[in-house]
């Protein structure tokens, strides 16, 4: 095997991309500074039972796992931010109060996600630790919708769902007690016919249970379904209460496109508390961005706290972009006389790309044109273009 072949589902990223990438970081987590998140990083590994604390099945099959070498402990690679970040919340800053962080950091999947998908992502997210009320999740749903438009996305659709509606039905049938991520499955497949089977397999399921997950399975469209989920499903408290907060987001943006798909509850059944949601465009395969609610998700670190958010993957989001631009530069030749590296300074001082010719090397850029060259005219340093 050729030593220089990198690991499937991993990859290089070139220079012009990985500039984007890194000014999509800045200008982002600039956005979140705006809105006042703090912004934290956490290691990249750490203790396992740490890591997965309230985090499911999931993200247990999602982390890579290796011994260390000091303490002879299993440790994670982390596969996601947010459970270190309710750890940092929940126990080393134990505010009082609205905690708004921010965060960005690579994260390694022991498997990818999808066909398309990559193991190493740059993920970058913003956390809400604190309130409960449904004004936190407004303001993470606008702040992820911001995040998209800067990077310049087109027409963004963002897609909402309440775990509590599936819930309060599994609770109300206790033939369903331990089936909960199987009926979970079945609802985000939208599998008809299994669900029509279930007696066969659970005999003292309740008909109006499966009557109210068949009902679910076609409840998705727009805005309009949570209206007609009032009608079909049963007046359960706890649904009834999903619903009510999906209708206030709703009306809270009026300016933007959503859908509802009450039956998709993804993976995030056993972790989601409240509102979960993602957003779609153009370009993408699959959900750009994704983020809900996870109360109680710091309960393992000492402090349950209510907590919202969301994150993205930066090098998934550049790459479903136009093309990156190549920036303008300006090719000087090299030499220390004391006139040319007072010109080179304040060409670079003023933001201006000024890239020195190294002596008997040919000058090739992948991520720069050079449309202006550095010249001694009449003993004078000036900048022209290049015809």
Same mark, same amino acid.
């Given at each position: 095997?050729?030593? @220089?072949? /990198?690991?499937?589902?991993?990859?290089?990223?070139?220079?012009a991309e990985a500039?984007?990438?890194?000014?999509?970081r800045?200008?982002? /987590?600039?956005?979140? *500074?705006t809105?006042?998140? $703090?912004?934290?990083?956490?290691?990249?590994v750490?203790?396992?039972?740490?890591?997965?604390?309230?985090?499911g099945?999931?993200?247990?099959?999602?982390?890579?796992k290796?011994?260390?070498?000091?303490?002879?402990?299993?440790?994670?690679?982390?596969?996601?931010m947010?459970?270190?970040?309710?750890r940092?919340?929940?126990?080393?800053?134990?505010r009082e109060g609205?905690?708004?962080?921010?965060?960005?950091?690579?994260?390694l999947?022991?498997?990818p996600s999808?066909?398309l998908?990559?193991?190493e992502? /740059?993920?970058?997210?913003? $956390?809400?630790?604190?309130h409960?009320?449904?004004?936190?999740?407004i303001?993470v749903?606008?702040?992820?919708? $911001?995040?998209?438009?800067?990077?310049?996305v087109?027409?963004?659709r963002l897609?909402l769902?309440h775990?509590?509606?599936?819930?309060?039905?599994?609770?109300?049938?206790?033939?369903?007690?331990?089936?909960? $991520?199987?009926?979970?499955?079945?609802?985000?497949?939208?599998?008809?016919?299994?669900?029509?089977?279930?007696?066969?397999?659970?005999?003292d399921?309740?008909?109006?249970t499966?009557?109210?997950?068949?009902?679910l399975?076609?409840l998705y469209?727009?805005?309009?379904?949570i209206?007609?989920?009032?009608?079909?499903?049963?007046?359960?408290?706890?649904?009834l209460a999903?619903?009510?907060?999906?209708?206030?987001?709703? *009306?809270?943006?009026?300016?933007?496109q959503?859908s509802?798909?009450?039956?998709?509850?993804?993976?995030?059944?056993?972790?989601?508390?409240?509102?979960?949601?993602?957003?779609?465009?153009?370009? @993408?395969?699959?959900?750009?961005?994704?983020?809900?609610?996870?109360?109680?998700?710091?309960?393992?670190?000492?402090?349950? *706290?209510?907590a919202?958010?969301f994150?993205?993957?930066l090098?998934?989001?550049?790459a479903?972009l136009?093309?990156?631009?190549?920036?303008?530069?300006?090719?000087?030749?090299w030499?220390?006389?004391a006139?040319l590296?007072a010109?080179?300074?304040?060409?670079?001082?003023?933001?201006?790309?000024?890239?020195q010719?190294?002596?008997?090397q040919p000058?090739? /850029?992948?991520?720069?044109?050079?449309?202006?060259?550095?010249v001694?005219?009449?003993?004078? @340093?000036?900048?022209?273009?290049?015809?």
């Amino acid at each position: 095997m050729s030593n @220089w072949l /990198l690991p499937e589902s991993l990859a290089d990223i070139l220079p012009a991309e990985a500039r984007r990438i890194e000014e999509l970081r800045r200008n982002l /987590l600039d956005l979140y *500074r705006t809105y006042g998140f $703090e912004l934290v990083a956490p290691p990249l590994v750490e203790y396992i039972d740490s890591l997965l604390s309230g985090t499911g099945s999931a993200l247990n099959l999602r982390t890579c796992k290796l011994v260390d070498q000091l303490s002879g402990r299993t440790m994670g690679v982390r596969a996601d931010m947010t459970p270190q970040v309710s750890r940092i919340d929940a126990h080393l800053l134990n505010r009082e109060g609205a905690t708004r962080l921010c965060y960005c950091g690579s994260v390694l999947h022991a498997r990818p996600s999808g066909l398309l998908s990559d193991r190493e992502l /740059l993920q970058i997210g913003a $956390e809400i630790f604190g309130h409960a009320g449904v004004e936190a999740d407004i303001e993470v749903l606008e702040l992820a919708l $911001e995040s998209v438009k800067r990077a310049g996305v087109k027409h963004a659709r963002l897609d909402l769902n309440h775990p509590g509606v599936v819930r309060a039905i599994i609770d109300s049938d206790p033939a369903l007690q331990g089936a909960e $991520e199987a009926i979970s499955e079945l609802l985000s497949t939208k599998d008809i016919p299994a669900i029509s089977d279930l007696p066969s397999t659970m005999p003292d399921i309740q008909p109006v249970t499966i009557k109210a997950l068949l009902d679910l399975a076609s409840l998705y469209g727009g805005p309009d379904v949570i209206a007609r989920a009032r009608v079909v499903l049963p007046a359960l408290p706890a649904l009834l209460a999903g619903l009510d907060d999906l209708e206030t987001l709703v *009306r809270a943006l009026p300016m933007h496109q959503f859908s509802i798909d009450l039956a998709d509850m993804g993976s995030g059944y056993g972790y989601h508390s409240g509102v979960v949601f993602s957003i779609y465009a153009e370009g @993408w395969h699959d959900a750009l961005v994704k983020g809900g609610r996870y109360d109680g998700v710091a309960k393992a670190f000492g402090r349950s *706290r209510p907590a919202t958010g969301f994150s993205l993957d930066l090098r998934k989001l550049s790459a479903g972009l136009p093309p990156a631009q190549i920036a303008k530069a300006i090719r000087a030749p090299w030499g220390n006389d004391a006139a040319l590296v007072a010109v080179l300074r304040q060409l670079r001082g003023a933001g201006e790309i000024v890239v020195q010719v190294l002596p008997g090397q040919p000058h090739r /850029l992948d991520e720069f044109t050079v449309d202006r060259e550095l010249v001694l005219d009449d003993g004078v @340093w000036k900048v022209r273009a290049i015809q």
